[in-house]
């Protein structure tokens, strides 16, 4: 089983529309979760960091359920710029090692 | 806003030569690491460094990589003896205090194995 698994997509989304996809995680000690955003070729940027109680920023939220083992991003209002793939990131201890799912594309059309 | 600087941004090297792979992390950083992501698979963990020493490393990062801090600033990958299947895009990331903060990753290094 993976570490960490993700729909691949894509998610094609009408602008203005909201799509929420979810992460799964296999270590049940991990500790820090974290959804980052990759565009075509170009590096990974942290997007937002998912905290127990939930947490948004904007037109992004995330949740994350231990029980369940999986962390969500829902996007509202979709804008064109948030065609990307978004990569779920998993720590298991404070070292490093930030293990990242494969990416959920997502892909907004006009 | 501060940055991860990756140099170079493109190496083409032939089979069987060595490679190093230039960083610079942000100042105050103490975490470093580098990952790598070949053309249309994962991004995937290669070695964390801290304090001076590698804390983990995967088993990618196997006797033919080697990373180092030389001089305090500058952050390196070395590939003794590059293979076919070492072309990917490398990137260096920092974290202030762990990885439980994110990290920052730079733009990276495409390396082109030929």
């Known amino acids: 089983r993976k570490e960490v698994e993700q729909d691949p997509g894509p998610f094609n989304v009408p602008e203005g529309a909201t799509v929420a996809f979810n992460c799964t995680y296999s270590?049940?000690?991990?500790?820090?979760f974290f959804w980052y955003r990759q565009d075509c070729r170009k590096e990974p940027k942290l997007l937002m960091s998912v905290y127990s109680s939930g947490n948004e920023d904007g037109r992004f939220t995330a949740q994350l359920n231990r029980a369940s083992q999986y962390i969500s991003l829902l996007i509202r209002d979709s804008k064109l710029s948030d065609s990307a793939t978004y990569l779920c990131?998993?720590?298991?201890?404070?070292?490093?090692?930030?293990?990242f799912g494969a990416g959920t594309q997502v892909v907004v059309t006009p | 806003e501060p940055e991860v600087t990756q140099t170079p941004s493109h190496q083409v090297t032939q089979m069987g030569q060595e490679v190093i792979l230039r960083c610079v992390p942000i100042s105050n950083h103490l975490y470093f690491y580098w990952y790598r992501q070949i053309l249309g698979q994962k991004v995937e963990f290669l070695v964390s460094f801290y304090n001076n020493e590698i804390s983990e490393k995967s088993e990618i990062f196997d006797d033919q990589f080697s990373v180092e801090r030389p001089d305090g600033s500058n952050f390196t990958l070395k590939i003794r003896s590059t293979k076919l299947e070492d072309s990917a895009m490398y990137f260096c990331?920092?974290?202030?205090?762990?990885?439980?903060?994110?990290?920052?990753f730079g733009s990276g290094t495409r390396l082109t194995v030929v």
């Open positions: 990331a920092s974290s202030p205090l762990s990885a439980n903060y994110g990290y920052t």
């Open positions: 990131g998993v720590t298991t201890d404070s070292w490093g090692k930030l293990q």
């Open positions: 270590n049940s000690a991990s500790q820090s």
